[in-house]
């Protein structure tokens, strides 16, 4: 185990109602808040309501900006950014899922700072203060409530890059898993895509002796592969909801990456398709996942058979771990598609004319994974795979 330092301030808010404490969750927090979110499902759903209720009655002003979209882009930051600043904004609180969340932590880096936010994205700066950011979460998928990241989309140049750094971490997530009923089956699906994704990129380290941490990775796969196809029969399944809700969130707070290297390159080659393609993002996970797996699970057959016998419960082959390993990443391709996922390049549409000038974005934004460290010809080939 690698030595490490483990530090979460997000409060966590659980359970049916909560989003009625917003306000009171944002008073020590706030003097004018701006309330951003997405393209409509929160004013649909009544959400927008109860939480403009909430914060009147907290006494909290407030001003609004809607319209982030999946893959959030840039333009509507400095829009939020403007707002902040003419108005005197001291607190953001997203409403919404990663990609409000995310757009909220880039206006949040933006308010400070003299520059131009899109540094951030791309290393030139460091933030180092930020407006805080308060969130009520509606989809379990990102994992952006209580994470340290920020992913947006530049249209000029199609590039989508992720800020990482602490000082963006919310101050408080409100999960309510009642909110996540409405949500259509695709995007439920996506979000496990994703949430799976957060965790396998964690489990797949060169680190050895984890396995505490790889247990609790297990523990959340199999809580995903159990609870999903539930929720697709009965969306309003409250206790499937609530364990997918908190999953998405532990799989992402950096818990589950405690002591360990990441990999993070089937991540990295995904935003370069949603970056170009406009798809959502746990979508493009269920495509390229699966196809980096079959690219790298000889340089450690061990872990990848290890996968499948404690996730998907395949018999140990002893006397041939490759099938063991490959029937593994086999289960988990089929279970993306039996929740409706594209597995493949060509059902999310994404023509295979551009997969040279993807991997080369992708390694020149420093992309390469620790498993296996990659170049431009071995993510074209995983691209190749994935088609
Ligand atoms: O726009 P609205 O109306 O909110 O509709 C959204 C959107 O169309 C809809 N939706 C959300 N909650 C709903 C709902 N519809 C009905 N009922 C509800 N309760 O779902 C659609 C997708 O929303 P989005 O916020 O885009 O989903 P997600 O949470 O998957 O976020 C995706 C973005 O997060 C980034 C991705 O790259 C992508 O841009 N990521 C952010 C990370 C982070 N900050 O830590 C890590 C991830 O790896 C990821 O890269
Ligand atoms: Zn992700």
């Not at 409000?100 to 308010?111: E, M, Q, R």
Request: proline share 6%; glycine share 8%.
């Amino acid at each position: 185990m690698e030595n490490f330092t483990f530090s979460n301030p997000t409060k966590i808010v659980f359970g049916r109602g909560t989003e009625n404490q917003v306000g009171t969750e944002a008073r020590p927090h706030a003097g004018t808040v701006l309330l951003h979110y997405g393209t409509g499902s929160i004013k649909r759903s009544g959400l927008y309501d109860r939480v403009v209720s909430s914060l009147e009655l907290a006494g909290l002003p407030f001003i609004e900006l809607g319209g982030a979209r999946p893959n959030p882009r840039l333009d509507l930051v400095h829009e939020g950014i403007r707002l902040c600043r003419e108005h005197r904004v001291d607190f953001i609180l997203a409403v919404g899922g990663g990609s409000v969340i995310d757009s909220a932590k880039a206006i949040g880096v933006g308010v400070p700072y003299d520059g131009e936010v899109w540094d951030f994205y791309t290393a030139s700066a460091t933030p180092q203060r930020t407006l805080p950011v308060g969130v009520v979460l509606t989809i379990p998928a990102a994992g952006s409530e209580a994470s340290k990241s920020s992913v947006i989309t530049k249209e000029e140049g199609e590039l989508k890059r992720p800020l990482d750094a602490e000082v963006i971490r919310p101050v408080f997530a409100i999960l309510n898993p009642e909110l996540t009923c409405t949500l259509p089956p695709y995007q439920t699906a996506c979000g496990a895509a994703d949430i799976m994704a957060h965790v396998m990129e964690r489990y797949f380290t060169p680190v050895t002796n984890v396995d505490f941490t790889d247990r609790l990775c297990e523990a959340t796969l199999r809580t995903i592969v159990r609870t999903i196809p539930i929720v697709l029969e009965d969306p309003h399944n409250y206790d499937a909801r609530a364990e997918i809700m908190w999953a998405g969130t532990i799989a992402h707070n950096d818990l589950l990456g405690t002591g360990r290297v990441g990999d993070w390159a089937s991540h990295m080659i995904e935003h370069e398709i949603s970056g170009i393609y406009d798809v959502a993002h746990g979508a493009g996970l269920a495509v390229v996942f699966p196809a980096w797996m079959k690219y790298v699970y000889r340089r450690d057959v061990t872990r990848f058979a290890q996968f499948a016998v404690r996730v998907w419960d395949v018999e140990m082959d002893f006397s041939n771990p490759q099938r063991t390993a490959l029937e593994g990443i086999h289960r988990l391709e089929q279970f993306f598609r039996r929740i409706g996922l594209p597995v493949r390049l060509e059902e999310m549409n994404v023509p295979a004319d551009r997969l040279t000038e993807m991997a080369d974005k992708c390694v020149e934004s420093g992309a390469k994974g620790s498993l296996v460290k990659l170049d431009a010809p071995d993510i074209v080939e995983i691209l190749q795979m994935a088609r």
